[in-house]
């Protein structure tokens, strides 16, 4: 791991620079790996109901931390709580996480990975 101090990211949400995720699209502010931090990412996910037209699996692969902009997901977690979120609300995972998530309105969410 590199201990370059000087690396720094900044962005604004900008559907225009996003790229196809495995539903909806994502735009990334730093990628894992950037500035020498594999474990260290945040970006833009953008997703709706028709991306995801049923439950999705997740299996959690990073620490996580979403925070939704816009919309309405729910994720249940395997043997716990099920969280609805909607705009403002924020929730957080740890890594290896069985998740289901349900998109339910068109989402904006922005996620750290730690």
């Not at 049923?54 to 939704?68: L, N, R, Y």
């Not at 998109?103 to 969410?109: D, F, G, H, K, Y």
Request: proline share 6%; aromatic share 10%; with cysteine.
């Amino acid at each position: 791991m590199s201990n370059d101090t000087t690396f720094s990211a900044s962005g604004a949400y900008d559907l225009a620079q996003a790229e196809p995720f495995k539903a909806g699209v994502i735009q990334w502010v730093r990628k894992p790996g950037e500035g020498g931090r594999d474990d260290l990412g945040c970006g833009f996910w953008t997703v709706g109901p028709a991306d995801a037209p049923g439950p999705v699996e997740v299996v959690i692969h990073a620490d996580e931390t979403v925070h939704i902009l816009e919309g309405r997901v729910r994720i249940e977690v395997a043997d716990g709580p099920t969280h609805e979120l909607t705009a403002g609300d924020v929730a957080s995972f740890n890594a290896g996480t069985r998740t289901v998530w349900n998109i339910i309105e068109p989402t904006v969410e922005f996620f750290v990975y730690s």
